[in-house]
């Protein structure tokens, strides 16, 4: 500590230290309090001085001297002075060193005059006293001193209780008794009191005792005795009251002693007015904290015990149950503890509205424990009733009730009244906190609480308030959900079934978001009943009390269960359900009793229910999927149909439902679409099924009282409340349009994204689940959303496929109702401007109308596709096609009687029904009959419609098919972009894809050709058909048989198909320039070669059919087998490709039993249908004639499948061939049909990939030879038409694209195999022959057109083989190319047009300029086909091999070949020149063709080049192409008179070679040569093929 007084003032002190020394007391004397530091400086200055004094640094006269100087500075420096003598006698008593204490004794003996004697007694040591000569004997002073300080702290006075009078006890208690109401005061009385005191000489804490116990006794006095009190106390000294108040609860502190209410009343008023401080009264009282806690405590694990005892299942025997109840006895004897004294005092404070005091007491003790006890909790309700009055009466009070006004506490310290719901914060909010779940202890006052809050949360809500107030809003909002989380919702648990307040507290809470209401839902389910004992016995009781009524619930008592569950729910809602839901999950046949039961619920239960169903949904606990993760999980299945049930039942919120729905999708997760599947299909009556019979599916395409009626399995009624309620919760929350988009994109996410790791099987549910629920739900849209609602909220084509990438079947599905609402309104308008009723302004005003709705659809289409896609098809087309329904384009009449008859029926059993109340009878009948009106108004109204849209259909169609590039191509457009994608979005958009193709066909539509469409949808289903998931399966199948349905009619009479093909310009079978559509009955397929062809149809869905069973794939057995049930109606038809299916179906039965059930299941279930349907089968030369030539033409037909894009090419231009020219001369139809060959082969080439699905061409082109042999020759005809059936299935194995080659199909294709290879090589070297002779025959004859017509025969004949899948746009093509290969464009054109050899040259060749238009897009064509299919090449090769040698008719031939001989100078001059232009032109095509074919062919390219005329498409070659045909060339000559023919061909040969001149010899030359390489280098190729064939194999 630093110095005060320098050393140099001590060296010094006489000269200036003494000087020093007074200025620093003068100046630290100044200020005169005791806690500066000035004080503590003075302190050690005089400390400082003394001690120099002490060492002897100064004498000790000069310090007594400045000390008298000083001691005039303060009046306490003698005190200082005494206490530094203090410290200095205690630290030189201590010291060994004598002089230093005599040189202290002598500085105090010269101070003593300046401090008195009893200040050193009090300080100094009785020692030093007695050597400073103060007392005489240091022990007397002690002994002395001990004596006083006993008497004074130790004895207690003793009154002598005989000197005070009984009589002054008397008269005080009289002088308190006395009627106060008069001018007595307080002040009067205590004068008289102290008078008696003195008179009497009375205890004063008597005294006090009395007026206490007084004032007990007279309550009512408080403005009295707390004055007189107050004055009393102080006489007294401050603790008195405390102390006696204190001896007065101790008194009663016993066992048995029970303290009155009125002490703790006076102890609660005196606290009150702050006599008395709580802290000193708390001690008094018992039980202590420690105490309380504990027994808080108890009461919680005795509570957790209960619970147990509850949920344990104990089969307990009679005595251990007999031994608990004595327990339980013995429990109840036990005597109750001594009463709480700090609850009565907490009771009299809360009573008498001393909130402050009242709260620190229940601050001591544990959460609720005080409110715990009801008597307490009634007190503090009671206070809070106080305190909300004026502003309750204000704004609480309903219209129409009186109420009980409450009087406001006398008491003006109690808390101030709220009159705003500002003031709730200040002290009410806090009491209702304290009280928590106790609340239920006061019905009305819970009541009145939460009509407050409905009357804040209507404030709260109406705008308008300034920024500062909302602030405070949102802060009382907040109080508000708080107060309802800790306070109402828990007093609710602890109510006995009030069903009243539970709607009372809807009416708050359904002011609230639901997002809020679900958290406070959360909380009171998971949270609040953890939070006290009492809740927590609740909890335990109310699960046993749902299992008891659960165990008991059926169907037949749903009315006495339900009104069980109902008052269970009022109080504890959340228990009950969670327990229920349990149930459900497990027992999915409660669903139905349960829903029944849950009538007796109030709004608040709903709305809790919807949240315990949303909780119990998201679980993350739970597993979705089975345990063989191939099938969703039945707990989730049992709860989505039952949340259908309950919400279409029961008014409940939807929003959050739909939200959670929507915020899975966003997720990713797909499994809770499950959800909103089935609440659309119980609330709105929709529901999404594959199993719907033609007769609903019929019904489904009439107007909505049709749909109603006839659409759907269960009878739909009364759904226009629940469907309102869903549409109103999707747009109120804006939810329509987002979930229908998040299902769209999550179709795809299913698969990319979902299904990453899941099985196929789940993967392919999830996705038609996926896919219903959006069609279902865009069904539900459309059909209840206004106009206006639906096209406000969903955008145009464009936006919903470029930036919501909405798939474009999804979206057009989206927008189709908004067209048909746009469209008819648009209508509407018009019809009211004028007014002209005939039928042909309406149509016109139909069309103005669709025109202008749809032109800015047609715009916006365009940018959905490359422009390339533009060229085949308009997109007037495209939007035409999704814009349209079944509903426009036919009217169910027969369904629209079926239901009229219905009606009828029930009409007339109404009539019979004799127990019928009359006026039941005539409402029923009413309702018929206004039903039967509305139907027949609607068919009325739908008739006039779907005239409108044909007619709209008439005028459009010259515009729709472009074909730009070729008809094929235009129809690969079409089924790629339209029908496809459309045909498996649902079971009426299957059904529309076939009545619009059909449609289009009736339309006579330009450039469209129906031969083409219907081919390509039947030679290969493989790939579509194992792309398909279940649903879609089930879609394709009923638009196959749609497809199959119109066939067949055209199959099954001459008359039919007349009338609907004959003349129509989808039959014509040659391929003409764009445009040009008429045509002779020549060009027109006639009615015998269509029925071969639907026969090569039945074949290849054989064949088909077959490959998918062999595959052993899940997928392909499963989706092959849906389609054929689909189709059974119309195939099969022919016996043998019924009974080859048979035994394949048989095949699967035998393995799947015990392997995969479901498919097991499925064929046999087929497996009987196809039995059943045996007897209606016919054989195949009933089905179609087989004469040979016929049979060729079939042969090729049916082999044609698999290249579905090149076969219709071949088959035009081979029924072109057969109408025009006569089949007289085998050699004739050999040129025919190698012309057409090339012509095919190289359309083939252009447009090859999109058709052939069978991948190896080894096993195509077995096939196809057995077959041209057994159609050849007669009894091998049908020996292999024996083998063909069971042959082709192994063979369709090995065609599998990825050579997923079975061992089994491989052993199978083995024994077929070898045979086969052995014919093909004969086969081909005798072809070679035949081409030499003909060459030798030619140059001999010297006439060019028979060369170039072998040359062409025998080319086109090997590239037809080598080149099977081109055959697409090709047709076009080759003809340009064949030129180029040098005198071989004449065959081409000849084949093309007509198979007559020479004399038709000249009009091929016309044919052939006509189609040049055509050819300059195909090479393009060609490689952007072949991108897209590469296996299909070889089929559809053989395939056209086999039209090309077709049945003509011999007349016919004979008539043209005379003609041909007039004209064949002509020809042969033009087809000079011709042959320069095409060879040209053929190399300049070449060179764009070979750029396009794929390596892998290129090989081959360089042997064939210059020498085949399609060496461009040789990839696509199969080996034992050639072989085939020759061997067919070998038949046919075998068949017909050879003869015959060669002498015709030379003549006609002799005519040509004069009139062309010595130029044509040397060309021919050249040719022969040419041809000759061509054909080594063919023979080659065939060998390389073998080869690879075998490696195939």
């Given at each position: 500590?630093?110095?005060v007084l320098?050393?140099?003032?001590?060296?010094?002190?006489?000269?200036?230290?003494?000087?020093?020394?007074?200025?620093?007391?003068?100046?630290?004397?100044?200020?005169?309090?005791?806690?500066s530091?000035?004080f503590?400086?003075?302190?050690?200055?005089?400390?400082?001085?003394s001690?120099?004094?002490?060492?002897?640094?100064?004498?000790h006269?000069?310090?007594?001297?400045?000390?008298?100087?000083?001691?005039?500075?303060?009046?306490?420096?003698?005190?200082?002075?005494?206490?530094?003598?203090?410290?200095?006698?205690?630290?030189t008593s201590?010291?060994?060193?004598?002089?230093?204490?005599?040189?202290?004794?002598?500085?105090?003996?010269?101070?003593?005059y300046?401090?008195?004697?009893?200040?050193?007694?009090?300080?100094?040591?009785p020692?030093t006293?007695?050597?400073?000569?103060?007392?005489?004997?240091s022990?007397?002073?002690?002994?002395?001193?001990v004596?006083?300080?006993?008497?004074?702290?130790?004895?207690?006075?003793k009154?002598?209780?005989?000197?005070?009078?009984?009589?002054?006890?008397?008269?005080?208690i009289?002088?308190?008794?006395?009627d106060?109401?008069?001018?007595?005061?307080s002040?009067?009385?205590?004068?008289?009191?102290?008078?008696?005191?003195?008179?009497?000489n009375?205890d004063?804490?008597?005294?006090?005792?009395i007026?206490?116990?007084?004032y007990?006794c007279?309550?009512?006095?408080?403005?009295?005795f707390v004055?007189?009190?107050?004055?009393?106390?102080?006489?007294?000294?401050?603790?008195?009251?405390?102390?006696?108040?204190?001896?007065?609860?101790?008194?009663?502190?016993?066992p048995?002693?029970?303290t009155?209410?009125?002490?703790?009343?006076v102890?609660?008023?005196?606290?009150?007015h702050?006599l008395?401080?709580?802290?000193?009264?708390?001690?008094?009282?018992?039980?202590?904290?420690?105490?309380?806690?504990?027994?808080?405590?108890?009461?919680?694990?005795?509570?957790?015990q209960?619970?147990?005892?509850?949920?344990?299942?104990?089969l307990?025997s009679?005595k251990?149950?007999?031994?608990?109840?004595?327990?339980?006895?013995e429990?109840e004897?036990?005597?109750?503890?001594?009463?709480?004294?700090k609850l009565?005092?907490?009771?009299a404070?809360?009573?008498i509205?001393?909130?402050?005091h009242?709260q620190?007491?229940m601050?001591?003790?544990?959460?609720?424990?005080?409110?715990?006890h009801?008597?307490?909790?009634?007190a503090?309700?009671?206070?809070?009733?106080?305190?909300i009055e004026?502003?309750?009466?204000?704004?609480?009070?309903?219209?129409?009730a009186?109420?009980?006004?409450?009087?406001?506490?006398?008491?003006?310290?109690?808390?101030?009244?709220?009159d705003?719901?500002?003031?709730l914060r200040?002290?009410?909010?806090?009491?209702?906190?304290?009280?928590?779940?106790?609340?239920?202890?006061?019905?009305?006052?819970f009541?009145?609480?939460?009509?407050?809050?409905?009357?804040?949360?209507?404030?709260?809500?109406?705008?308008?308030?300034?920024?500062e107030?909302?602030?405070k809003?949102?802060?009382?909002?907040?109080?508000?959900?708080?107060?309802?989380?800790?306070?109402?919702?828990?007093?609710?648990s602890?109510?006995?079934?009030?069903?009243?307040?539970?709607?009372?507290?809807?009416?708050?809470?359904?002011?609230?978001p639901?997002?809020?209401?679900?958290?406070?839902?959360?909380?009171?389910?998971?949270?609040?009943?953890?939070?006290?004992?009492?809740?927590?016995?609740?909890?335990?009781?109310t699960?046993?009390?749902?299992?008891?009524i659960?165990?008991?619930?059926?169907k037949?008592?749903?009315?006495?269960?339900?009104?069980?569950?109902g008052?269970?729910s009022?109080a504890?809602?959340?228990?009950?359900?969670?327990?229920?839901?349990?149930?459900?999950?497990?027992?999915?046949?409660?669903?139905?009793?349960?829903?029944?039961?849950?009538?007796?619920?109030?709004s608040?239960?709903?709305?809790v229910l919807?949240?315990?169903?949303?909780?119990?949904?998201?679980?993350?606990?739970k597993?979705?999927m089975?345990h063989?993760?191939t099938t969703?999980?039945?707990?989730?299945?049992?709860?989505?149909?039952?949340?259908g049930?309950?919400f279409?039942?029961y008014?409940?919120e939807?929003?959050?439902?739909?939200?959670?729905?929507?915020?899975?999708?966003?997720?990713?997760?797909?499994?809770?679409?499950?959800?909103?599947?089935?609440v659309?299909?119980?609330m709105?009556?929709i529901?999404?099924?594959?199993?719907?019979?033609?007769?609903?599916?019929?019904?489904m395409?009439g107007?909505?009282q049709?749909k109603?009626e006839?659409?759907?399995?269960?009878?739909i009624?009364?759904?226009k409340?629940?469907?309102?309620?869903?549409k109103?919760?999707l747009?109120?929350h804006?939810?329509?349009?987002?979930?229908c988009?998040?299902?769209?994109?999550q179709r795809?996410?299913v698969?990319?994204?979902?299904?990453?790791?899941?099985?196929?099987?789940?993967?392919?549910?999830?996705y038609?689940?996926?896919?219903?629920?959006l069609?279902?739900?865009?069904g539900?849209?459309?059909?209840?959303?206004s106009?206006?609602?639906?096209?406000?909220?969903?955008p145009?084509?464009?936006?919903?496929?470029?930036?919501f990438?909405?798939?474009?079947?999804?979206?057009?599905?989206?927008?189709?109702p908004?067209?048909?609402?746009?469209?008819?309104s648009?209508?509407?308008?018009?019809?009211k401007?004028?007014?002209?009723?005939?039928?042909?302004h309406?149509?016109?005003k139909?069309?103005?109308?669709?025109e202008?709705?749809?032109?800015?659809?047609?715009?916006a289409?365009?940018?959905?596709?490359p422009?390339?896609?533009?060229d085949?098809?308009?997109?007037?087309?495209?939007?035409?096609?999704?814009?349209?329904?079944?509903?426009?384009?036919?009217?169910?009449?027969?369904?629209?009687?079926?239901?009229?008859?219905?009606?009828?029926?029930?009409?007339?059993?109404?009539?019979?029904?004799?127990e019928?109340?009359?006026?039941?009878?005539?409402?029923?009948?009413?309702?018929?009959?206004?039903?039967?009106?509305?139907?027949?108004?609607?068919?009325k109204?739908?008739?006039?419609?779907?005239?409108?849209?044909?007619?709209?259909?008439?005028?459009?169609?010259?515009?729709?098919?472009?074909?730009?590039?070729?008809?094929?191509e235009?129809?690969?457009?079409f089924l790629?972009?339209?029908?496809?994608?459309?045909c498996?979005?649902?079971?009426?958009?299957?059904?529309?894809c076939?009545?619009?193709?059909?449609?289009?066909?009736?339309?006579?539509?330009?450039?469209?050709?129906?031969l083409?469409?219907?081919d390509?949808?039947?030679?290969?289903?493989?790939?579509?058909?194992?792309?398909?998931?279940e649903?879609?399966?089930?879609?394709?199948?009923?638009?196959?048989?749609?497809?199959?349905?119109?066939v067949?009619?055209?199959?099954?009479?001459?008359?039919i198909?007349?009338?609907?093909?004959?003349n129509?310009p989808?039959?014509?079978?040659?391929?003409r320039a764009?445009g040009?559509?008429?045509g002779?009955?020549?060009?027109?397929?006639?009615?015998?070669?269509?029925r071969?062809?639907?026969?090569?149809?039945?074949?290849k869905?054989?064949?088909?059919?077959?490959?998918?069973?062999?595959?052993?794939?899940?997928?392909h057995?499963?989706?092959?087998?849906?389609?054929?049930t689909?189709?059974?109606p119309w195939?099969?038809?022919?016996?043998?490709?019924?009974?080859?299916?048979?035994?394949?179906?048989?095949?699967?039965?035998?393995?799947?039993k015990?392997?995969?059930?479901?498919?097991y299941?499925?064929?046999m279930?087929?497996?009987?249908q196809?039995?059943?349907?045996?007897?209606?089968?016919?054989?195949?030369?009933?089905?179609?004639?087989?004469?040979?030539?016929?049979?060729?033409?079939?042969?090729a037909?049916?082999?044609?499948?698999p290249?579905?894009?090149g076969?219709?090419t071949?088959?035009?231009?081979?029924t072109?061939?057969?109408?025009?020219?006569?089949a007289?001369?085998?050699?004739?139809?050999?040129?025919?049909?190698?012309?057409?060959v090339?012509?095919?082969?190289?359309?083939?080439?252009?447009?090859?990939?999109?058709?052939?699905?069978?991948?190896?061409?080894?096993?195509?082109?077995k096939?196809i030879?057995?077959?041209?042999?057994?159609?050849?020759?007669?009894?091998?005809k049908e020996k292999?038409?024996?083998?063909?059936i069971?042959?082709?299935?192994?063979?369709?194995?090995?065609?599998?694209?990825d050579?997923?080659?079975?061992p089994?199909?491989?052993?199978?294709?083995?024994?077929?195999?070898?045979?086969?290879?052995?014919?093909?090589?004969?086969?081909?070297?005798?072809?070679?022959?035949?081409?030499?002779?003909?060459?030798k025959?030619?140059?001999?004859?010297?006439?060019?057109a028979i060369?170039?017509?072998?040359?062409?025969?025998?080319?086109?004949e090997?590239?037809?083989?080598?080149?099977?899948?081109?055959e697409?746009d090709?047709?076009?093509d080759?003809k340009?190319?064949?030129?180029t290969?040098g005198?071989?464009?004449?065959p081409?054109?000849?084949?093309?047009?007509?198979?007559v050899?020479?004399?038709?040259?000249s009009?091929?060749e016309?044919?052939?300029k006509?189609r040049?238009?055509?050819?300059?897009?195909?090479?393009s064509?060609?490689?952007?086909?072949?991108?897209?299919?590469n296996?299909?090449?070889?089929?559809?090769?053989k395939?056209?091999?086999?039209?090309?040698t077709?049945?003509l008719?011999?007349?016919?031939?004979?008539?043209?070949?005379?003609?041909?001989?007039?004209?064949?100078?002509?020809?042969?001059?033009?087809r000079?020149?011709?042959?320069?232009?095409?060879r040209k032109d053929?190399k300049?095509?070449?060179s764009?063709s070979?750029?396009?074919?794929?390596?892998?062919?290129?090989?081959?390219?360089?042997?064939?080049?210059g020498?085949?005329g399609?060496?461009?498409h040789?990839?696509?070659?199969?080996?034992?192409d050639?072989?085939?045909s020759?061997?067919k060339?070998?038949?046919?000559?075998k068949?017909?008179?050879?003869?015959?023919?060669?002498?015709?061909?030379?003549?006609?040969?002799?005519?040509e070679?004069?009139?062309?001149?010595?130029?044509?010899?040397?060309r021919?030359d050249?040719?022969?040569?040419?041809?000759?390489?061509?054909?080594?280098t063919?023979?080659?190729?065939?060998?390389?093929?073998?080869?690879?064939s075998?490696?195939?194999?």
């Open positions: 500590m630093a110095t320098p050393a140099e003032w001590i060296k010094n002190w006489e000269k200036g230290g003494r000087n020093e020394f007074l200025q620093l007391c003068r100046a630290l004397s100044e200020d005169k309090s005791h806690d530091l000035s503590r400086d003075i302190q050690q200055a005089l400390y400082e001085l001690s120099h004094v002490i060492r002897g640094s100064i004498k006269d000069q310090a007594s001297g400045v000390l008298a100087d000083i001691i005039e500075f303060r009046e306490d420096m003698p005190s200082i002075l005494a206490d530094a003598f203090c410290i200095l006698d205690i630290e201590c010291l060994e060193e004598k002089t230093k204490r005599d040189n202290f004794t002598q500085l105090v003996l010269s101070c003593l300046l401090v008195s004697d009893t200040v050193l007694k009090e300080r100094l040591d020692e006293l007695e050597s400073l000569g103060l007392i005489k004997q022990q007397q002073f002690n002994q002395k001193s004596k006083i300080k006993t008497k004074l702290f130790y004895k207690q006075q009154f002598n209780l005989l000197r005070e009078e009984n009589e002054g006890y008397a008269k005080l009289a002088e308190l008794g006395q106060l109401s008069g001018n007595i005061t002040d009067l009385i205590l004068e008289n009191i102290k008078s008696l005191i003195g008179c009497f009375l004063p804490n008597r005294v006090l005792d007026i206490l116990e007084v007990e007279r309550p009512e006095y408080d403005d009295f004055p007189l009190i107050e004055s009393y106390m102080y006489m007294c000294e401050p603790q008195t009251l405390c102390h006696i108040l204190g001896f007065k609860f101790k008194f009663y502190q016993d048995s002693g029970e009155p209410s009125s002490l703790y009343r102890a609660a008023v005196l606290l009150q702050n008395i401080d709580l802290e000193d009264l708390y001690v008094h009282l018992l039980p202590g904290d420690n105490a309380i806690i504990e027994e808080h405590k108890r009461e919680i694990v005795e509570a957790k209960i619970v147990r005892k509850l949920t344990m299942v104990v307990s009679e251990t149950e007999e031994k608990e109840k004595e327990k339980e006895k429990e004897k036990t005597e109750k503890p001594p009463d709480n004294q009565g005092l907490l009771e404070l809360l009573k509205g001393d909130w402050q009242a620190s007491i601050d001591q003790m544990p959460l609720f424990y005080a409110t715990s009801k008597s307490i909790a009634i503090l309700c009671q206070l809070v009733h106080v305190t004026p502003l309750y009466r204000r704004v609480g009070v309903p219209k129409g009186k109420g009980s006004p409450i009087s406001p506490l006398p008491n003006k310290r109690a808390p101030k009244q709220a705003s719901f500002e003031d200040k002290e009410v909010f806090n009491m209702l906190c304290y009280l928590g779940p106790h609340l239920s202890h006061d019905p009305i006052l009541a009145k609480v939460v009509r407050i809050g409905k009357a804040f949360m209507k404030e709260f809500q109406s705008d308008g308030s300034k920024q107030e909302k602030e809003m949102e802060i009382l909002f907040s109080c508000v959900l708080s107060i309802t989380d800790q306070v109402l919702l828990p007093s609710l602890l109510m006995d079934c009030n069903a009243c307040m539970s709607e009372e507290l809807w009416g708050m809470f359904k002011t609230f639901y997002q809020y209401r679900y958290r406070l839902y959360g909380q009171w389910k998971n949270e609040t009943y953890n939070s006290h004992p009492l809740l927590v016995k609740v909890k335990a009781q699960i046993d009390r749902a299992k008891y659960m165990k008991r619930l059926t037949e008592n749903v009315k006495p269960s339900g009104r069980q569950i008052k269970l009022h504890n809602p959340t228990i009950l359900f969670d327990y229920i839901l349990s149930q459900i999950q497990k027992y999915d046949n409660l669903i139905t009793p349960v829903v029944d039961s849950l009538k007796y619920l109030t608040l239960n709903y709305d919807a949240f315990c169903i949303i909780e119990a949904l998201a679980n993350p606990e597993e979705r089975k063989d993760d969703i999980s039945s707990w989730l299945q049992s709860l989505a149909s039952f949340c049930a309950v279409r039942k008014p409940i939807l929003a959050g439902l739909l939200q959670y729905v929507a915020n899975q999708l966003k997720a990713g997760k797909s499994f809770d679409l499950l959800i909103l599947k089935e659309v299909q119980k709105a009556g529901e999404i099924t594959e199993e719907m019979t033609m007769e609903q599916l019929e019904a395409t107007g909505e049709l109603a006839g659409g759907y399995f269960g009878q009624r009364n759904t409340k629940s469907s309102q309620r869903l109103d919760a747009l109120d804006d939810l329509a349009l987002p979930l988009l998040l299902m769209a994109q795809n996410g698969i990319f994204q979902e299904g990453g790791e899941k099985h196929l099987k789940l993967v392919g549910k999830l038609d689940q996926c896919h219903d629920t069609v279902q739900f865009g539900f849209l459309a059909s209840n959303l106009t206006e609602d639906y096209i406000k909220r969903v145009s084509i464009d936006v919903l496929c470029n930036e990438h909405t798939p474009h079947d999804a979206a057009f599905f989206l927008s189709r908004m067209y048909a609402h746009q469209i008819s648009k209508y509407d308008e018009l019809k401007a004028e007014k002209g009723n005939k039928q042909q309406k149509v016109h139909y069309i103005t109308a669709c202008l709705v749809m032109a800015p659809v047609h715009e289409v365009i940018s959905l596709h422009p390339k896609v533009w085949d098809i308009s997109p007037q087309f495209y939007a035409t096609f999704w814009s349209l329904t079944m509903y426009d384009l036919a009217v169910p009449h027969s369904s629209y009687d079926r239901e009229v008859n219905k009606l009828k029926v029930q009409m007339k059993a109404i009539d019979d029904n004799q019928m109340p009359p006026n039941k009878k005539k409402k029923e009948k009413e309702r018929c009959t206004a039903l039967q009106d509305k139907l027949l108004e609607e068919e109204k739908q008739l006039e419609h779907v005239q409108r849209v044909l007619q709209r259909l008439k005028l459009e169609k010259d515009n729709w098919l472009l074909a730009k590039s070729t008809k094929n235009t129809i690969t457009k790629q972009l339209c029908i496809f994608p459309r498996i979005f649902s079971a009426i958009d299957a059904v529309y076939a009545h619009f193709v059909e449609l289009v066909h009736q339309q006579k539509t330009p450039n469209f050709s129906t083409l469409c219907y390509r949808v039947f030679s290969d289903i493989i790939y579509t058909v194992a792309s398909c998931t649903n879609e399966a089930s879609r394709y199948g009923r638009f196959l048989c749609c497809m199959l349905e119109t067949t009619r055209w199959h099954s009479d001459r008359v198909y007349e009338k609907e093909c004959g129509y989808g039959f014509l079978t040659i391929l764009t040009f559509d008429g002779n009955k020549a060009d027109q397929l006639d009615y015998e070669n269509f071969h062809v639907v026969h090569k149809w039945h074949y869905l054989t064949k088909a059919s077959v490959h998918c069973l062999e595959t052993g794939e899940y997928t057995i499963r989706n092959i087998l849906i389609v054929l689909k189709i059974l195939y099969p038809k022919v016996l043998n490709l019924g009974q080859a299916l048979e035994r394949r179906v048989h095949k699967i039965c035998q393995e799947e015990e392997k995969r059930p479901d498919l299941a499925l064929a279930g087929y497996s009987g196809l039995k059943s349907r045996k007897p209606f089968m016919i054989p195949e030369n009933e089905f179609h004639h087989k004469d040979p030539p016929a049979r060729n033409a079939v042969a037909t049916v082999q044609n499948g290249g579905g894009a076969m219709p071949s088959l035009t231009i081979n072109a061939k057969l109408e025009e020219s006569a007289e001369e085998t050699d004739k139809l050999k040129e025919k049909s190698q012309g057409t090339k012509v095919i082969n190289k359309t083939v080439n252009a447009a090859p990939k999109v058709t052939t699905s069978n991948g190896n061409s080894a096993s195509n082109s096939i030879k057995e077959k041209d042999e057994k159609e050849k020759s007669g009894k091998e292999e038409k024996k083998e063909k069971p042959a082709t299935t192994p063979e369709t194995k090995a065609l599998g694209k050579g997923k080659d079975k089994k199909e491989e052993r199978a294709n083995k024994d077929d195999k070898p045979r086969e290879i052995k014919e093909k090589t004969p086969k081909s070297d005798k072809e070679k022959e035949k081409a030499k002779k003909e060459e025959a030619s140059k001999e004859e010297k006439s060019k060369v170039t017509t072998t040359e062409a025969k025998s080319v086109a090997k590239e037809r083989e080598k080149e099977p899948s081109r697409k090709v047709a076009k080759m340009s190319k064949e030129n290969k005198g071989e464009k004449i081409v054109a000849g084949s093309l047009k007509s198979p050899p020479r004399s038709e040259a009009e091929c016309r044919e052939q006509r040049k238009v055509d050819i300059h897009s195909s090479p064509h060609s490689s952007t086909v072949k991108d897209n299919l296996e299909l090449k070889d089929s559809s090769t395939h056209y091999i086999n039209h090309t077709p049945t008719s011999k007349s016919k031939e004979r008539e043209v070949d005379k003609k041909d001989l007039d004209k064949s100078r002509e020809r042969s001059r033009e000079e020149k011709k042959e320069e232009k095409d053929r300049r095509d070449h764009n070979d750029r396009e074919v794929p390596q892998d062919s290129t090989k081959r390219r360089k042997e064939e080049n020498t085949t399609s060496s461009k040789s990839k696509s070659e199969s080996p034992s050639s072989p085939r020759n061997e060339e070998r038949e046919k000559s068949s017909k008179s050879s003869g015959k023919e060669k002498g015709d061909s030379i003549k006609a040969e002799k005519m070679k004069s009139s062309s001149g010595s130029k044509k010899e040397s021919h050249k040719e022969k040569e040419k041809k000759e390489k061509r054909d080594s063919g023979g080659k190729e065939e060998k390389k093929h073998h080869k690879s075998d490696k195939h194999r």
